[in-house]
């Protein structure tokens, strides 16, 4: 005596795709994954399956048949299909399909990977989307920003809380966004509003900046000198505040309009750049210094779990970490975690030899990076900061290997 399972592959290998899909409708029991169990070794017969389950209607065990012989990108639809956007977001990324995974994971609720695929991909204004839904106002904010959607950007901003770790970055670029619709009173009162009762430091630095700035555009010169004069008191070589204060002070007031932030990580690096020059590399370079290389670096922001850096791969960028953690792992075991300031990639200037470790994000890290070839190119047309350079480099050389033998 036949089973139901044994009917309806019978019926399927003799190809009587409608009699079998009759009799898989009229059986109450899940037999899908049992059918598929049984198929799976004869890709063939799982061919004829699906199209059992496809004219069945059961696009879940559909997409299950793709997925056995590895055409994730046609699992990816089924699954679709299936309503299951979050298990087609999983196919399409195994798929290399990086924007078809974003939409379906924001199909899918699943906003923030949404917008992090989105962020790779360059799609700004999509990722701006995704980080609204997912309620993070900042990130939604800072995207819509630098993609041109300055009407939406500005609310998304100006909604971050003053105990948010993202206050002051997110005041910084609302009163950017509010300058250049034109609106730079309502820039200044933000400005105002976070620095009230706040001394110059290396986090409000560039509020100060950026408050002198519109206050110049704005024509007042006096109010522009005097918080200019405050920057000076903290720190002469931050940025181009002698410059800036010298032009004003002798009533250079033609100077160009404010220049727009790329990204959040943007002003809060050029203020970190001078921090590292206590413990990083480049600690002998002058601000001035550090400036004519900034440029160089790119700008890059990694979700929690990203592998950065992959043991055995080609080490072709140097890294410096501005905001979060990472891990350095050897063989799968942790060997060190990095924080602000930390260097990593920078062994590759030496010997070319693949990467020694894998690195991986921790926490959601903002991160300057630079390829090994444009770097040496940036030393090698620079012969006072390749100097400082390899002087640091051969004293941090020297205490690793102190350290190694101890």
Known sequence: MQTEIERIEALIASERVADAVALLSETRAPLGYQLIERTARDGHRLGR???????????????????????????GKMYLKANDALSAAEMFWRDGQELEAAQAYEQGGEYSKAASLYLRLDEVAKAGTAFEKAGDGFQAGRCLLQAGRTDRAIP?????????????????????????????????????????????????????????????DLGDLTTARSVLERLAAWNMGFEDTTELLSRLTVGMDDISPVEPLDDFMDARTRAGLERLKDHALLADCSLSELRRIYDHFERKLVEPGTPIISEGDAGRFLFILVRGRVSVRRGGEEIAQLTPGSWFGEMSLVDEEPASATVVALDTCGMLSISLDDFRHVLDADAEVARKFYKQFSRELSQRLRRAQA
């Open 49 to 75: 399956l699906a199209k059992v389950f496809y004219e069945a209607r059961s696009f879940r065990m559909v997409a299950l048949c793709f997925e056995q012989v590895g055409s994730f990108s046609q699992a």
């Open 156 to 216: 998304l901003l100006q909604s971050v809380l003053p105990e948010s770790e993202h206050y002051l970055e997110a005041t910084l670029l609302a009163a950017e966004g509010l300058h250049q619709a034109q609106l730079s009173a309502l820039g200044v009162r933000r400005l105002e509003l976070a620095l009230e009762q706040r001394e110059v430091d290396a986090e409000t630095a560039p509020l100060f900046r950026q408050l002198a700035l519109i206050h110049r």
